[in-house]
């Protein structure tokens, strides 16, 4: 095909804010996870599809499965829909301990 660009499972974004290597980043409609440190406005190679453990809520448990959004204010992982994007589902149980802050999330790479 002439007009294929590329396979889509990463693409370069510029950073909305400063990231490191393993941080979920919201860029419009855009979620994924940084694949390296990048400040405010570099380019950063993100991950938009797999399995990833991100920063959670810890008052929050989950049951896998269940839907997950990114909290782009607090920058981190719910399972409140208001306000907050859907970026993928739960792929295991986490309890709501307040050390329970890593929920495992498969991203669904939509928008």
Known sequence: MKNFVQPGNTITLTAPYAVASGDGLLVGSIFGVASGTAALGEPVETALVGVFDLTKIGSQAWAAGVKVYWDNTNKRCTTVAT???LIGVAT????????DTIGRVRLNAAF
């Open 83 to 85: 306000d907050n994007t």
């Open 92 to 99: 295991e149980a986490v309890a709501s301990g307040a050390g």
